[in-house]
Each structure stands twice: as C-alpha cells, then as structure tokens.
Nanobody, 121 residues
Framework: VQLVESGGGSVQAGGSLRLSCAAS????????IGWWRQAPGKEREGVSC????????YYSDSVKGRFTISSDNDKNTVYLQMQTLKVEDTAVYYC???????????????WGKGTLVTVSS
C-alpha cells in the first residue's frame, strides 16, 4: 500500500491550502480514506474522511465548515480543501485508509509519510 501526500506548505491565518493524496496497492476492503493530523506535542487527531463506496463524508468538529474532503475514485486520489485556516491547524497531515471510520480516526490501517501545514498569525 502506498499513500503519497502533497500540497502542504506555509500560509497565513485565514488562507487556504489544498492537500492531495494518491493511494495505490490497497484492496476494496479499505473503503474509508481520509486524513488525520498531529501537531507538535499534541495528540493525534482525526480530521476528515470519505467512504469511497457512496461518498459519505465525516469531519471533526474542529474543522467542520472550513475543510472539504473529496475523492476521485478513478484516480484513487483524495483531496482536502482547507479554508479559513487557523494557527491551531498547524500540524503534519497524514493520509490514511481503513475499513471503517473509527479506525481511520485512530490513525487507520495504512498511512503516508505526511505533509506539513504551517499556519502563521
């Protein structure tokens, strides 16, 4: 399984970024794909995920209304459009897959190397 994230970077508070994740080598059992993040010195936090079979989306309360997840199943790619970014969104963002939402919220079954998002005030 390979999950390759891209799109991280530095942005000022209030700005936007779009993360991408190209996934490959996984079986159809892994119907959930999404993102979790970890900020320095903080606990891991599930951010958002999408069920590939029907497109149902899930968001943590901390990003709801600001982040939008989408997927292109033909390309096995998932995107995270992040808007109105806050300093507290600063973290390494990891793309992950899982067979259920609860597992992805807890890091997932497989995850990528992560991409750093830095939001400055």
């Amino acid at each position: 399984v390979q999950l390759v994230e891209s799109g991280g970077g530095s942005v000022q508070a209030g700005g936007s970024l779009r993360l991408s994740c190209a996934a490959s080598g996984f079986t159809d059992d892994y119907v959930i794909i999404g993102w979790w993040r970890q900020a320095p010195g903080k606990e891991r936090e599930g951010v958002s995920c999408i069920r590939r079979t029907d497109g149902r989306t899930y968001y943590s309360d901390s990003v709801k209304g600001r982040f939008t997840i989408s997927s292109d199943n033909d390309k096995n790619t998932v995107y995270l459009q992040m808007q109105t970014l806050k300093v507290e969104d600063t973290a390494v963002y990891y793309c992950a897959i899982a067979d259920r939402v609860e597992r992805l919220w807890n890091r997932g079954d497989f995850w990528g190397k992560g991409t750093l998002v830095t939001v400055s005030s």
